[in-house]
């Protein structure tokens, strides 16, 4: 597949989604290969699974400083030096500063456990339950300098049931990642999904709002 679109995914922790992407990729519904898989942390569990799947995966030394331009830089210099065409944040726990962001601009995507705009930052699940949400899900994103507020693509939406949990929540939001992101970057790879002027496009057009997935 000499014109499979190379794609990186940054992840902090377990990577589940990370090898959604890569079954994704395996099973041909993403025109595209997995250049390289990196962390900031030695320890995520995901660099080892990355591994035994045969995919390349590294932690970036400047993660362990506390310079946020200097871990841009240098997951740049890894990022281009994989040849990478795309950045997808798959559970990357770190803030990228705003050259990075730049850079990639685009060319990076996010996935958030809510339905943004609703929920940015932390403790989604939580933030759910407390306010009483009918709804939940979670959001694919181009990612901006402004954090958890680019341009959506496609969410995954459930309905919040009695006696829901943060647990169950983040289990069933997490079953509808799986689904949605492999779908996005998908779209990416066959350029259904592309960015113009701050806009995600979609089949030629800016999508004024993003593609919904329903889920009982
Ligand atoms: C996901 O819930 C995602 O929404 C959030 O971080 C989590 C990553 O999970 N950004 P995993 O490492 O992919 O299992």
């Known amino acids: 597949m000499e014109r499979a679109l190379p794609f990186a995914v940054l992840i902090s922790g377990r990577g589940s989604n990370m090898l959604a992407l890569a079954a994704a990729v395996a099973e041909n519904r993403i ?34 400083g506390a310079d946020r331009a200097a871990l841009g830089k240098e997951l740049t210099a890894a990022l281009e030096r994989h040849g990478a065409g795309l950045v997808v944040l798959a559970g990357f726990m770190r803030i990228l500063d705003a050259g990075f962001v730049r850079h990639w601009q685009g060319r990076l995507l996010n996935i958030h456990p809510s339905l943004l705009p609703a929920h940015r930052g932390l403790h989604t699940h939580r933030r759910v339950l407390e306010a009483g949400d009918p709804r939940h899900g979670c959001t694919v994103h181009f990612v901006t300098e402004e954090l958890d507020a680019g341009p959506a693509i496609i969410q995954g939406r459930l309905v919040v049931k009695p006696g829901d949990t943060e647990q169950s929540l983040s289990a069933r939001v997490q079953q509808l990642e799986h689904i949605i992101y492999p779908r996005a970057v998908g779209w990416f790879a066959t350029g259904r999904l592309g960015w113009k002027d701050g806009k995600a496009i979609f089949d030629g057009r800016p999508l004024e709002s993003p593609v919904i997935e329903d889920s009982p």
């Open 31 to 64: 025109a595209g290969r997995i250049v390289a898989v990196i962390s900031d942390r030695a320890d995520a569990a995901g660099i080892a699974e990355a591994r035994r799947r045969g995919l390349i995966a590294l932690v970036v030394e400047a993660a362990r």
